[in-house]
């Protein structure tokens, strides 16, 4: 009898322990309105998400419903729904995923053709997870004639009407309150004074990079043996008259100036500042420029050469012969800008997409004019000091290294391209090891070649090695040595302008990194509410170098991290984040109807129109009311400003 018991006692607690690890995250309600539209209820435990419908291939299952039988209806469009969808990048899938943690609401429309023969049979497909593990599931639906209302009227259900008919789940909230966080406070913001501003700083950026462009352009085998020919060609042209030789070629030096400044002048006609914010983050343009770098990169090693028709600087060749006077130093000017093109296309190509990349409506332009100054500086100098052109080196096997260099060079920056492609649209193919291993494989293979170990088709012999050669070796080399830290996770500060995010790497030792608690703002905003916390707006971008440089510079810093993980809820919003949203958003802006289809195109219209401002990095500090707290913050690496900025927020947050 005592073994029996036993035997009994010991089934009844494997029976409880075996069911008790059977779990049911979701639970699912069924049925059909008075409107004829078919309601999925689902009641998530706290804790756990369920994932939202067509997910990308290769992450978790996705909510899906099969009708598998369906007779007296027919299905009108299909399954939607309104509720709140989160959207974060998740590691044990690799991508950015979207799903819900408050209990959706799903909604199948419906045509009702024969109310006696009505009958519907199907499933729900879908996944749970918490912070531990995930779950999928599978629930079964049916539906006959005496699940219809006796009253049912013409199809007109929509999500409104929908969300009356539901009475059992009082927990169910798919709407947020009232708060007005989109609410302008521009106002507010001037009312704390002048912020940080990015234009003048990123103009100066924009400037000095086409400044060095020139510079570099300078060095090209197509552009070096142009400068004493054509400074001695205007010398001797008025020999008698030395003044009007200096000014025939300082107004050469002028004309192309003129010439890539207007060149600068019509991308700037063409492209505003937010189309060119969305082309240098659209996909296609990303991986047109990243082909177009790696054939520069090939044509500069020597693989083949890249010129214009001959017949282009033909003519303008006779157009300067059959011209007087300023015309004629024109079409010179033009004509050098032409025969060049083979070695300063690439380098202007690359400025330009940079400038793009601003979103600056002026950033072309005073790139090319920085662009042109350095290019025509050496024309006016040696004119106005001939002498200076005896010590030129002269032409040789030098300046087909600087090309080679070049497309190291070229071939290294190709790759931010690809990445910011890459970051924009959530592929995961270049994440920051790849790239980085890629960098240290480029920097390396320079510093070979400089030493003379590597040898390209249109190389002359390398008899010695010199000095500034050597150096350029050294630095090369450890360059990609110091890149190497980074594959265990290292900030690497140098490179963190082009790299990828650290949170875009798999292997990652540093904790030192500071991440955004939310992407989403409203989302933020109402955890901020709930917790009583200070919200700090993070506008970014995937391509955006300058809001790469204050997170490596800025928040690296241990005061900076502590206090924004300590005191703030960061929400970082990526203005060129291409995740399309769950339907499309008209607004109008300036009198105009715009659409906002992604979530970039979202996070930038709140950008404009409730702090006035479009680029990134821009930062502003929030109440739970979302009204700032302090003058926004821009780029400026100035540590003890910003923690004198956040403390600020603190303060005035009571």
């Known amino acids: 009898m005592i073994k029996y018991i036993n035997f009994i006692s010991l089934f009844l607690f494997y029976c409880y322990h075996s069911n008790a690890q059977i779990q049911e995250p979701v639970k699912w309600r069924c049925h059909i309105n008075e409107s004829g539209a078919v309601i999925f209820q689902a009641t998530v435990e706290k804790g756990w998400h369920l994932y939202d419908m067509d997910l990308p291939e290769g992450g978790p299952i996705s909510t899906s419903f099969e009708f598998e039988q369906i007779s007296g209806a027919e299905l009108s469009g299909k399954v939607y729904t309104d509720s709140k969808v989160h959207s974060q990048y998740e590691e044990m899938f690799g991508m950015t995923v979207r799903w819900f943690a408050e209990n959706p609401v799903f909604v199948q429309k419906l045509k009702i053709t024969d109310k006696a023969k009505f009958q519907i049979t199907g499933r729900i497909d879908y996944m749970s997870c918490n912070d531990e593990n995930c779950i999928p599931g599978e629930e079964e639906f ?3 004639a005496k699940d219809l209302s006796a009253g049912l009227v013409d199809d007109t259900a929509h999500v409104a009407p929908v969300l009356n008919d539901i009475k059992d789940f009082e927990d169910l909230k798919v709407f947020k309150d009232d708060a007005d966080y989109w609410k302008p406070v521009i106002d507010k913001l001037q009312n704390f004074g002048q912020d940080s501003s990015t234009a003048g700083k990123s103009w100066l950026l924009i400037f000095i990079l086409g400044f060095g462009g020139g510079l570099l352009a300078l060095l090209t085998p197509c552009v070096w043996p142009v400068i004493p020919m054509t400074v001695s060609f205007f010398l001797k042209r008025s ?3 030395r003044k009007k030789a200096v000014a025939d070629a300082m107004t050469y030096g002028l004309a192309i100036i003129v010439i890539y400044l207007l060149l600068g002048l019509l991308i700037t006609a063409i492209f505003g500042a937010g189309a060119l914010n969305d082309l240098s983050t659209n996909a296609v343009f990303n991986l047109l420029f990243f082909a177009l770098l790696v054939i520069f990169a090939a044509s500069f090693f020597g693989a083949f050469e890249l010129v214009l028709p001959s017949s282009w600087s033909n003519r303008m060749d006779s157009k300067a012969e059959s011209t007087t006077g ?8 033009f004509t050098l800008a032409l025969v060049s093109f083979s070695c300063t296309g690439p380098i202007i190509g690359t400025l330009l997409v940079e400038a793009a990349g601003s979103g600056n409506i002026a950033g072309p332009a005073v790139g090319m004019f920085g662009f042109a100054l350095a290019l ?3 024309f006016a100098l040696f004119a ?4 200076w052109l005896q ?5 040789g096997g030098w300046l087909n290294s600087v090309k080679v260099v070049l497309g190291f060079l070229e071939l290294a920056l190709a790759l931010k391209f690809l990445s910011v492609a890459d970051l924009a649209y959530g592929w995961r193919i270049l994440d920051r090891e790849v790239f980085l291993v890629l960098w240290i494989v480029i920097f390396a293979l320079l510093g070979f070649y400089l030493l003379g170990k590597i040898k390209l088709p249109h190389d002359s012999d390398l008899k010695h090695l010199s000095v500034p050669r050597l150096f350029l070796a050294i630095i090369s080399l450890a360059f990609a040595v ?9 900030p690497l500060k140098a490179v963190s302008a082009f790299s990828p ?3 875009t790497q798999d292997f990652n030792l540093y904790e030192g990194e500071v991440r955004a608690k939310f992407f989403d703002y409203e989302e933020g905003m109402e955890y901020a509410r709930k917790n009583r916390k200070p919200v700090m707006i993070d506008f970014t971008g995937y391509g955006c170098v300058n809001c790469r440089e204050m997170e490596a510079a800025v928040w690296s810093d241990p005061r900076v991290k502590r206090i924004i993980d300590n005191n703030y809820v960061l929400i970082s919003l990526y203005v060129d984040d291409k995740t399309a949203l769950d339907r499309m958003i008209e607004i109008t802006e300036n009198g105009k109807t715009r659409k906002l289809r992604t979530a970039g195109d979202k996070w930038s219209y709140l950008q404009r129109h409730k702090f006035g401002k479009n680029a990134q990095p821009f930062y502003v500090l929030l109440d739970n009311d979302g009204m700032p707290l302090a003058p926004s913050y821009a780029y400026d690496k100035n540590i003890e400003k910003y923690i004198l900025f956040l403390q600020k927020g603190l303060m005035n947050n009571g």
């Open 239 to 241: 020999k008698s008259n």
């Open 501 to 503: 995010p650290l949170y």
């Open 142 to 144: 049916q539906f006959t």
């Open 391 to 395: 010590n030129l080196p002269k032409s």
């Open 376 to 378: 025509a500086l050496p």
């Open 384 to 387: 106005l000091f001939p002498s």
């Open 326 to 333: 300023l015309i004629s130093i024109f079409f010179m000017a």
């Open 482 to 490: 110091y890149m190497i830290p980074g594959l265990w996770g290292a």
